[in-house]
């Protein structure tokens, strides 16, 4: 307060002063404090980026850039770390804003003319790359990487061109150089991936349109052509992931909203499908396939799958002209198809048609020789040789999957049909004894569990060339050893219940 009196100062002024004087030595601490941290980040970002701890680095260029946001080498720092971890568009802001603080720092305008090329920004990247020979004539890397951009824009121009002219096998070669130089452009790789489309191969086209999600901050487009590809190719799940990942980028997008509940609706009945069969629920199952047909009538894969699935059922619940009809649709639409061929073979087994089933695993074996596949022929090929000496379905005249009392009641009356007393002739009443010995037998095999399993695995349990030591298995063979016929009196064969 001296001071001021001696320079005639007044007491509002005189405080003003100090306060000033005061704000400026607690600013200047600050100041000096920051000052220091910044450093001391600066470091600490270096030897942890050079130590390969990215993660780590990064985060202490976060804190150097937030303490000092003049500094033009702690964006360029942070840019390097981005660049380090693969993340080129976090780095290009970075970059910009160390030209902006330093238009003469060179190495920044290279290090963004490099990401601008590989984004296939050629125009920019021109530029930065004339602003680094500008200043500095004999740049190699420079030299080098102006004439990759005049190339690339070169070759730009001829792949739309050849687009253009619907030359797509054109455009592709000439896009595989382009997408050489220029890595991160999705616009080169989309247009590779539509070329890809109009030439029928779906696959090679994901393959372009996958990466193009990742380097475009919104790239909807791109995720729902990959949703309808997928869906396409019968990938319901892949297609569900993609069509959620737009919709996470905006839930009132109309165009995948519509996608998303068809591709819903369609991927819940075929999951529901796939459990009841696994259940065994299988007319439910048939119900559910139908139900995929009439969601999805015109993608062939889901109504060819339909098809299979169900003459898979129908061989199950063993309908087998039904389930003939089925599988002969579906091998017509997927010819190479060796589950429709497997099934339809059960189906003609079923039917009692061997040497159709043979011939349907004979031709599945070519196109999947498996494990289950060589089974089935051996067990065909077994019940056809057994065929033609004796087939007790046949005998009786039932299906395979006739149940016990079908079987019994077929045999009574066959029975009584062809028992010898019915007969005046000693020729009638052998023929009679022969037929009716068949019958007995047939009712012996079939109504035996054990014995019916044998027989329809391809194995005769009454014939003697398969009984070990003259023995039989699990039911009496007492056709082969036994003749009620031959005991020379008369035989009288009574109708008991079973």
Known sequence: MDSCR???????????????????????????????????????????????????????????????????????????????????????PDLTKAIQLKPDFLAARLQRGNILLKQGNTQEAMEDFEVVLQRSPDHEEAQDQLMRANELEELQEEAHAAYHQGDYSA???????????????????????????????????????????????????AFLKLSMLHYSQGEHHESLNHIRECLKLDQDDKECFSHYKQVKKLSKQLDTAEELIHMERYQEAIDKYDSVMKTEPNVLYYTNLAKERICYCLVKVRLALDAIDVCSEAHQ????????????????????????????????????????????????????????????????????????????KAYRKLAQQWHPDNFQSETEKKEAEKKFIDIASAKEVLTDPEMRQKFDAGEDPLDPENQQGGGGGGGSAWPFHFDPFQSGGSFHFKFHQN
């Open 333 to 408: 639409r997927d010819p190479r198809n060796a589950n429709v061929l497997r099934d339809r073979a059960e189906a003609y087994i079923l039917n009692q048609e061997y040497e159709k089933a043979v011939e349907d695993y004979q031709e599945a074996r070519e196109f999947d020789d498996t494990h289950e596949i060589r089974e089935g022929l051996e067990r065909a090929q077994k019940m056809l040789k057994i065929s033609r000496k004796r087939d007790y379905y046949k005998i009786l005249g039932v299906s395979r999957s006739a149940n016990k009392q079908e079987i019994i």
């Open 171 to 221: 455009t592709i070669s000439v896009l595989e150089r382009v997408i050489e130089i220029s890595p991160w452009d999705p616009e080169s790789r989309e247009l590779r991936a539509e070329c890809y489309i109009r030439m029928g191969d779906p696959q090679k086209a994901i393959q372009d349109l996958t990466p193009t999600t990742r380097l475009r901050n919104d790239n909807r487009a």
């Open 6 to 92: 001696r320079t005639g100062l007044s007491g509002v002024l005189c405080s003003l002063s100090l306060l000033c004087v005061i704000l400026d030595i607690q600013l200047d601490g600050v100041l000096g404090a920051t000052h220091v941290e910044i450093e001391h980040h600066l470091e600490m970002g270096r030897k942890l980026l050079a130590a390969g701890q990215l993660a780590e680095a990064l985060s202490h260029y976060h804190s150097a850039v937030e303490g000092d946001s003049k500094n033009y080498l702690t964006y360029y720092k942070r840019a390097a770390v981005f660049l380090a971890m693969g993340k080129s568009k976090s780095a290009l």
